[in-house]
């Protein structure tokens, strides 16, 4: 690891942010223009994001699978917006084998249309359904300006699809995972992300509607979290997903979609890190409790390991580490393990071991501030409470900010100069034109319209126009 | 589920291997030639045997990590048999957001060359080493003849990769990972594979020396179900991967890789099926016990379904699934719980109830044989001692079909002979020329090289020249 400070985040985010990814060992660039390798440390907090995920989905009822990576490519032609939505974007394979083929195929940008084609042959009655897929993956996006995490040419996700005999059941569906991810990520990312319906021009290729879980980050910008589309039977009649009903009639089904992907680890950077680097959710968390020997002497050795030991067993149920590197420092260790953001770091040496004592300080609060020293008797207890207490500090600091940066300004001018650094809540009467203006003139976009906003009266903050919800204004990744 | 009966393995084995795969939904065919589709069920197999295999790599110190789907064709070209052996095979990307690509990318068929890559950037010092990753992923091979699971353009699949400063290290990690994978296959999976050294001919395109698991499938052919590759320096020299030692002197590192795949589901489907479908060792099984309640009326419904309730709770612990379809016959159920492999099968009627006992009818043992009328009390220990029970029955009774297929051939003639519907254990010189030969008129090969035989004379079974070592010769998948 460098020893060089990260630059600073408040003067220059981008490259804090890229330098984290790096130092933290995150992610490295792969030879490809804008794909990317996920190294070690940043695999088991996607595998941590899966598991808390993958337990919500079955929770819910779903279950996995696995479609084809190749799609052929005459697949993306028969839904009319999804083709306009994804044609600039696709990688496609025109060899196999040493012979070029005869229908190209595409890498998957997205399984609506394979998993539509598959749905056609195994659906035939209202018995069949619903059925409620997920299928974790890798797709491919050609994509131009590409940050690691955030926008790359390969990513993963999961992908869920599942099809319905009602268009009520398949609203409820979509709504169901919208709030599946905004409790994953408020629980357990500790990112107080806001759901919404997306606008017309904001939705997905396809889509009746979608819906999206916005989060603010630590340069104001909203990063889209993920996303849960209501499809209607846009892609049952594409690809002819027809099942018969009770009175022995065929009808189209109702389908849905809904996707994460690795682009919430650029968000839980984003949201959490810090000038030291990294700062983790303790439930996410590939580990949770680093523990450092200090000594200085073969005697001091003797004295401190055999605590290390114990400590390391009793902790056994949290995922900690032993650092015992001998080629470097403690001071070293300790900076190492800012930077990859470890919620609490345990200190031992000789005086400790005296007083029956370890020293704890916790990530979230660099310094003496969240420094203590706590009896051995039960450590476990209080590492564990320690670990709840910072999971929930993380989010109330992210709250706060987020509501600190959410603006309500009093007229168009006022939307336009707030918008530089934070978000609006504005009226919007719905119009693209006004969406339009807004992002001509400030980078904008409306980020999400929340959801159950009765009896709402204004005037859109851009036309005057009279107008019934308010929405998210904000400059986004 | 179809009603017809599967054909008979032994008059048409391949028929039926094809039939199980679609009627026990473990997998589908995709629109594309030679892709799968893994279905729910067949998913929810890989995942156990993903979750038993990524235990072991994790107890023996490996990390998982993602490298890129998407590697530069110019990789290809840098280990001379590596390019031999691969460019047949690869599928090529072309175009990407619709411009043609100055150099194409490849779709990783295995990733010895981008994980090279990627290590001669991150390896420096021999404080770097040993790299142990992993990585869960998809790959495509453009193979001209696809079966399901067993062999298909894209599948799944683990690729372990590591470095090491020295050769005997990765000697032993070689060998560490094909024990791994051999005491997987016998303990979670029930086949009682034979691991070995492949000859020259048969080792991957690329490697110092191939290892393999080798196991016998119910028609007596081999299926290579595992393998643990040396690759020396051979990708270190050609990727340019070198560290320095203690010394400070530049020094190449030595790499190992090795695999297991989706074609494990192929190798437990033709391991274990029977003449009514799929057979699941319990270890491994979605579903390790179905309960079906007998009523004919709604008093004997409310009279069966409260106790249904409560087995259900005392059986938490196992993997369970109570079958409440209206619409189908218990009949019905027990052909299509036997289609779908599930090792335990509860019947709870009105008689059951009033004795106080469910019926318990062994997956693995079919008819009479394997029922019997178990008391409610202490279910949840007799259906632990059952799945034990079934777990080594399996692995027995595939253990004596092996056995019994392994023929020791006194001379050529009959070698050629017992390879119609047996393996051969015969001495071999080690001469290319003679694998050929048999090839030739028997279309067997050899499988593997048992490791440790020391101090063995005898003659080559094809040459009659002395030979120090005995080989299993099959027709293999």
Sequence with gaps: MSTEKLPNPNENFSEWYNQIVQRAELADYAPVRGCMVVRPYGWALWENIQKS???RFKATGHVNASFPLLIPQSFFEKEKEHVEGFSPELAVVTIGGGEKLEEPLVIRPTS???????????????????????????????EMRTRLFLRTLEFFWQEGHTAHATSEE??????????????????????????????????????????SIEAMMGDTKALQSGTSHYLGQNFAKAFNIQYLDLQNQLQYAWTTSWGVSTRMIGGIIMTHGDAQGLVLPPRLAPIQVVVIPIFRSEDEKSTVLPVVEQVKKQLAGFRIKVDDRTEVTPGFKFNDWEMRGVPLRIEIGPKDVA???????????????????????????????????????LLEKARAFRDNHIKDPKDFDEFCKVLENNWAFSFWCGDAACEAKVKELTKATTRCIPLNQSDLKGKCIVCGKPAHQKAYFAKAY
Tied chains: 1, 2.
């Design 112 to 142: 609506e249309t394979i998993i539509g084609y598959m749905y056609s042959k195994w659906i035939k009655s209202y018995r069949d359904l619903p059925i409620l897929i997920n299928q974790w993956a890798n797709v491919v996006r050609w």
């Design 355 to 393: 007083n029956n004592t370890v020293a704890v300080s916790r990530r979230d609060k660099p310094g003496k501030e969240g420094k203590s020293f706590i009896p051995i008797v039960n450590l476990d207890t209080a590492v564990g409470k320690f670990l709840v207490d910072i999971q929930a500090s």
């Design 170 to 211: 398949a609203v409820e569906e979509t709504l169901r995972m919208l709030d599946t991810y905004a409790s994953f990520a408020t629980e357990e990312a500790a990112i107080p992300v806001l759901p919404g319906l997306k606008s017309d021009s904001e939705k997905f290729a396809g889509a009746v509607n979608s819906y």
């Design 53 to 55: 995920l993958d337990d």
